[in-house]
């Protein structure tokens, strides 16, 4: 017997967004309550129609600037009565609060489920610069299972672990610096036509080299931009969606899975998690990736976007230099769009659901002077190295 | 200076202990035969419990690496590499460390590395210095 394709059973309804600012003077609340309800409406829905409430990872570690607003404390100020919440670190990356929404959903649990992700590291920073720093992550010795085998190395930041993947992509593969910066080019180009986005002011291949080298072969430019913001996602039963004002966005397909140990250094360091997340969303559709109109690819750092090209099949093997060289694929009127709201690396780390919020608009075609051709199919993927999940968006 | 320094248990204390004998421990399987890393109760290749620390070669080369150049707290002392080794003991058997006594501009893959142990209080690290005494392969 086939498997039972849960996701199938659900739909995006509505999407909102908080301001995205660096930094916000608004509280991290604020800014979810701003994403939740504009979502809500968006959705066509009430307050009260809302019966479940998810996000990744939620606040788990005292009001953390990377996450300070969890489920619990939304759904108790919202007033929302729900059937069904949750939250956690432990899960396939950024996009886990969705996909664990969705089975909510196909479980029967709820018939709607509001999915957010607030974040307020521009803020956080302001305060303590080294807020974000590995080590700090842990008060005395570093017991975690994740980060004990690389804080006491001094690896502060993922981009020292993200480089690993980079260098050796550039050493089995010949990809090039030159390559890599149309990631960092074209989110850019894409900014300039978002209203909303923190970095605005064209840049060219030159910019892209002078910019301060962080963690060879990664530079400044290859690495996103903190942010105060709050995304939201409505999901519904895709019976209980027919009746909103917007075309339901089917989840055709999602990938979560890991088939190698949740580890920065003992995964491949050329697969990642990304081609296990692949092929297991490929094999839950007919579609191929010929069918997809426009990719939000997890671009915390470049080097991500560019695996998760590959991991998903959207071009060949170890070829993710050459299919993005020179940036025509990849643009607003190229083959396919990527990251059309200039990303994370020009428009603001909003941390996995920016992704979502930005296919949809697309797919909805409210994208203004960023639009690109309307198409029925997206994927968003979000996360590194272990950290990886996907959808695939059906507009009906 | 100071180093974030891990929390030791039974199980990890052999890894970064071993350096005071001049060791390298290893997770190793009594019934597969495997060694693995990080070190846990159980092998995750056939899942026997007759598992303990090893010694082995503590030689290498370089399966990947970063030179980082940012400052991330105040007195973090830059530039610095950090590197996945793997060990010459067992194909695919790496850990993450950082290559020393060489110039980070000199840093390659496949470089061949041997351990070096520094002592932060009852820590030994297990870093990593270009091994001359290793051929290069030609892989």
């Given amino acids: ?396 | 200076m100071k180093r974030k320094l891990p929390l030791l248990t039974p199980d990890t204390a052999p890894f970064w202990q071993g350096g005071a004998t001049g060791q390298l421990n290893i997770c190793h399987c009594g019934s597969c035969q495997r060694f693995f890393h990080p070190p846990a109760p159980i092998c995750p290749n056939c899942q026997s419990f007759k598992v303990g620390p090893r010694a082995v070669s503590g030689r290498g080369k370089v399966a990947s690496f970063t030179v980082n150049h940012q400052a991330w707290v105040p007195d973090l002392p830059v530039p610095f590499v950090v590197a996945i080794v793997e060990l010459a003991d067992q194909p695919g058997l790496r850990f993450l460390s950082n290559i020393v006594a060489i110039a980070p501009d000199e840093v390659r893959i496949d470089m061949p590395v041997r351990v070096v142990f520094e002592q932060h209080e009852d820590v030994w690290l297990p870093l990593f210095e270009p091994d001359t005494t290793q051929k290069k392969e030609s892989a």
């Fill in chain 1, 1 to 396: 017997m086939k498997a039972q394709l849960f996701e199938k059973n659900v739909a995006i309804t509505g999407i909102g967004q908080s301001e995205v600012s660096r930094p916000s003077t608004k509280s991290a609340m604020r800014l979810s309550l701003d994403a939740a309800l504009e979502a809500i409406a968006d959705a066509g829905l009430q307050r009260s129609d809302i019966d479940g409430i998810a996000c990744w990872p939620g606040d788990n570690d005292n009001g953390n600037p990377f996450s300070p607003v969890g489920p619990s404390a939304l759904m108790s100020v919202l007033g929302l009565k729900v059937n069904w919440y949750g939250a956690g670190y432990e899960g396939p990356g950024p996009l886990t609060g969705l996909i664990n929404g969705a089975m909510a959903i196909a479980a029967g649990l709820c018939n709607h489920v509001l999915v957010f992700r607030t974040i307020a590291e521009a803020s956080g920073r302001l305060k303590n610069k080294g807020a974000s720093a590995l080590t700090n992550k842990t008060v005395g010795r570093d017991g975690s299972y994740f980060w004990q085998w690389y804080t006491p190395f001094n690896v502060m930041s993922g981009v020292n672990l993200m480089a690993q993947y980079a260098q050796r992509h550039f050493h089995d593969y010949g990809t090039t610096s030159e390559q890599l910066a149309q990631i960092a080019m074209t989110c850019r180009a894409n900014a300039v036509r978002n209203p909303k986005a923190l970095f605005r002011t064209p840049m060219t291949m030159d910019d892209y080299m002078a910019s301060r080298m962080i963690s060879t072969p990664l530079r400044m430019f290859d690495c996103d931009v903190h942010c105060d913001a709050s995304t939201a996602i409505i999901l519904s039963r895709t019976d209980a969606a027919k009746d909103g004002p917007n075309p339901p966005i089917r989840l055709e397909a999602i990938g979560s899975a890991l088939h190698q140990p949740w580890s920065w250094d003992q995964i491949s360091l050329t697969d990642m998690a990304c081609f296990d997340v692949g092929r297991m969303m490929w094999s839950r559709t007919d579609l191929k990736p010929k069918d997809v109109g426009s990719a939000q690819l997890y671009d915390g750092f470049s080097i991500l976007t560019m695996m998760w090209l590959e991991g998903l099949g959207l071009c060949p093997r170890g070829e993710g230099g050459q299919f993005i060289e020179g940036g025509q694929r990849i643009a607003l009127d190229g083959q396919l769009p990527i990251n059309t709201n200039g990303g994370q690396l020009s428009g603001g780390r909003t941390h996995g659901l920016g992704y979502v919020h930005e296919a949809c608009t697309q797919l909805w075609q409210r994208a203004g002077e960023r639009q690109v051709t309307p198409h029925r199919v997206a994927v968003a993927a979000a996360g590194g190295g272990p950290l990886g999940g996907s959808v695939l968006l059906v507009k009906e």
